[in-house]
């Protein structure tokens, strides 16, 4: 055999090998190899396309597909969910209002993957304007069931294996439940920590830019080089800055601290996903980590109402007027979130926007001798049939707070669907919430593998 085609023969087991790979994995392989990374770039795009008509995560994907130019995310691919403006690719908003749509410009998200070399792979399924009204995306665990929502199409795209990468948005829980549900890693950082410029926006209050990945490492690396501020984005607020190497990934935090909450909610949570929690919290405890257990009364008991206040009131005057225009292009998930919203009061929304500012303070009072919170991503696996994307209500009370959280895989339940934990951070402490994590995922040492939909 010559040499060059040992090379080719060579680069395609890499290729096909690193479809579990992570971002940091992957950037290892292919480093200073462009013909690698091209190769990987258009193996993607067959592999998308070989999954699409049975997974539907994809609302767009390119012609083709090739390796960018240089920069640290140089030849990974990023999924993008489709609330994401793009300028060269249609944003539909998960929305028949936006069918064809492609904006002027990018988002501020994506135009600064570009500058730091990465692929922009197509555009995820969303729920309508990243509320309810589910898209056509399923499971790649067991198709019959959903992959959460809203960013339905991005959790599913990493759990198939077609992307490393994929940027989702988390109102309530539409980052950290669908990662849960598909067995990857979810990110929401801190609020204000990555401009939304470019998002569609459902509540400015709580929305949030987030990720979907296989390790803790690999959002770790993402927010590394996306946290940041813009003039356009007012809620901005920078996080300290740190570096994750790429070759070394995160550092692990020493033994952590660790509250635990169960809430009020956990008499609704499923056997398997209680045994999976209370599992993790024994393997933790027995590695080293100080675990207490903590209820957090009055945010236990009113985040819920509080979130859906804030973000119905805010709804309501983003998308009275779609519907006004466009009643029959409109779900009625969309039209009841309105309808909600239009019958707050201001003094109901203004007190609600005062609870969130109470409960952030108050809770990182109560966690002050902690490093995180640790509590369910969901209620247990993810439900069956589509037309529901699943409970947030374990996510919420940190979307409130504006606080980091991830979810991060940590079994299976009784069906064969994985089951996650989620940590919760102090906010704007995102690099220490990662650490933990990283720490957690090493002690823990799961590895859900690629879900069984991606090898069919």
């Not at 258009?42 to 597909?65: C, G, H, N, V, W």
């Not at 169960?262 to 933790?284: G, P």
């Not at 009643?327 to 926007?353: C, F, N, Q, R, W």
């Amino acid at each position: 055999m010559s040499p060059s085609a040992s090379s080719s023969a060579a680069s395609a087991t890499s290729i096909e090998n690193t479809r579990e790979y992570g971002v940091l994995e992957q950037l290892r392989a292919f480093k200073n190899d462009k013909s690698a990374a091209e190769a990987f770039a258009a193996d993607t795009l067959k592999i998308a396309r070989q999954l699409e008509p049975a997974l539907k995560a994809f609302e767009y994907l390119p012609s083709q597909s090739h390796a960018s130019g240089h920069g640290p995310l140089n030849g990974i691919p990023v999924a993008i969910k489709d609330v994401i403006a793009t300028s060269d690719a249609p944003t539909t908003n998960g929305s028949p209002i936006y069918a064809g749509h492609v904006p002027d410009t990018d988002a501020w998200v994506v135009d600064r993957l570009r500058n730091l070399g990465a692929t922009i792979f197509g555009k995820t399924v969303s729920t309508e304007f990243a509320w309810r009204q589910p898209g056509p995306t399923v499971n790649p665990w067991n198709p019959k069931h959903t992959p959460g929502g809203s960013s339905s199409g991005s959790a599913a795209s990493v759990a198939a294996g077609i992307v490393p990468l994929a940027l989702g948005t988390q109102t309530l829980g539409s980052v950290v439940r669908p990662a849960a549900f598909n067995g990857v890693v979810g990110y929401k950082p801190s609020f204000g920590a990555i401009p939304r410029s470019g998002v569609h926006a459902l509540s400015p209050s709580l929305d949030h830019v987030g990720f979907f990945a296989r390790r803790v490492d690999d959002v770790a690396y993402a927010l590394s080089l996306l946290a940041a501020t813009s003039d356009a984005d007012i809620h901005g607020r920078p996080l300290p800055p740190f570096e994750v190497s790429a070759e070394q990934g995160l550092a692990p935090s020493k033994p952590p601290r660790i509250a635990v909450a169960r809430m009020a909610l956990w008499s609704r949570a499923e056997a398997d996903q209680k045994k999976i929690f209370d599992d993790a919290v024994a393997k933790l405890k027995s590695a080293g980590a100080i675990v207490e257990d903590v209820v957090f009364g009055d945010l236990d008991k009113s985040a819920w109402d509080t979130c859906l206040t804030v973000l119905s009131s805010e709804a309501s005057v983003i998308y009275a007027g779609y519907i006004e225009r466009h009643p029959d292009k409109i779900s009625e998930h969309l039209k009841s979130l309105v309808k909600t919203g239009k019958s707050h009061s201001a003094y109901d929304y203004l007190t609600a926007k005062h609870r969130q500012s109470v409960y952030r303070q108050a809770v990182e009072a109560q966690i002050s001798d902690f490093d995180v919170i640790l509590t369910l991503p969901a209620f247990g696996e993810a439900p069956e049939g589509l037309a529901y994307t699943g409970d947030a209500e374990y996510c919420a009370p940190w979307t409130l707070l504006g606080v980091p959280a991830v979810s991060m895989p940590a079994g299976f339940g009784k069906r064969g669907l994985p089951l996650g934990i989620q940590l919760a951070g102090k906010y704007r402490q995102d690099l220490h919430t990662l650490s933990v994590a990283k720490w957690i995922e090493d002690t823990l040492a799961f590895r859900p593998g690629l879900a069984p939909l991606a090898t069919q």
